[in-house]
């Protein structure tokens, strides 16, 4: 089973931010969150990831919460393109365990 | 640079047949992985490799279910007398280690009659 907690769906404005929450509660010290995004009928893509500080790429941001329980990946203007279903996962090790994931709607 | 490729991308077998699906990952990765999604559901970790060597077998469902790396580059992912509950997209990623960024290949979806 899964070890994080998202919600089903979110919307968002294209053009505006989206964070989108994850809970981890029982997350282990060596543990790295990680999220992927799957567009419709293409395979999973890596967007970013982080150990305890906030982390920042060109795709995203992440922010780690002190007690690292809960995450958030914040997108910082949607578009279209980034209408997917976000992943969180958390692992140390390269085994990944995808749960349902948030299916993000942008719209124009 | 070329991504990861799998073959073929369609395969469809009836009950009871073998079949075999291939994983040609990014050149210099060590890790590779395998795992399947059924319609509306995340991907299903099966298994991952660290160089030749299995290093997390755990998610494969039984023993119908088998993989290799002989070479450490190009896997396999063989499944015997195949189930229609086998149908599902099987996904391929590599990374140059297990704890990088893994890349997922286009899949292949499995047909079961």
């Known amino acids: 089973d899964a070890k994080t907690t998202q919600p089903n769906s979110m919307e968002s404005n294209e053009e505006e931010p989206v964070h989108l929450p994850c809970n981890h509660s029982?997350?282990?010290?060596?543990?790295?969150i990680h999220w992927y995004r799957q567009l419709p009928s293409q395979g999973p893509e890596y967007v970013i990831h982080?150990?305890?500080s906030n982390v920042n790429n060109r795709m995203a941001s992440l922010a780690i919460a002190e007690d690292r329980k809960s995450s958030t990946l914040i997108l910082h203007r949607a578009t279209l393109r980034d209408a997917a279903v976000y992943y969180c996962i958390t692992s140390n090790t390269g085994k990944l365990i995808f749960g349902q994931g948030t299916t993000l709607q942008v719209k124009p | 640079g070329a991504g990861v490729s799998q073959t073929p991308s369609n395969k469809v077998t009836e009950k009871g047949k073998y079949v075999e699906l291939r994983c040609d990952p990014i050149?210099?990765?060590?890790?590779l992985y395998w795992y399947r999604q059924s319609l509306g559901q995340g991907p299903e970790f099966l298994i991952y490799f660290q160089g030749t060597g299995a290093a997390d077998d755990s998610g494969l469902p039984n023993d119908r279910f088998f993989a290799v790396r002989p070479e450490g580059s190009v896997s396999t992912l063989k499944i015997q007398r195949t189930e229609r509950g086998d149908s599902a997209v099987y996904l391929c990623?590599?990374?140059?280690?297990?704890?990088?960024?893994?890349?997922f290949g286009p899949g292949t979806r499995l047909t079961v009659l």
């Open positions: 029982t997350i282990s010290g060596t543990d790295y």
């Open positions: 982080g150990l305890t």
């Open positions: 050149s210099g990765h060590t890790a």
């Open positions: 990623a590599s990374s140059l280690d297990p704890l990088d960024e893994q890349f």
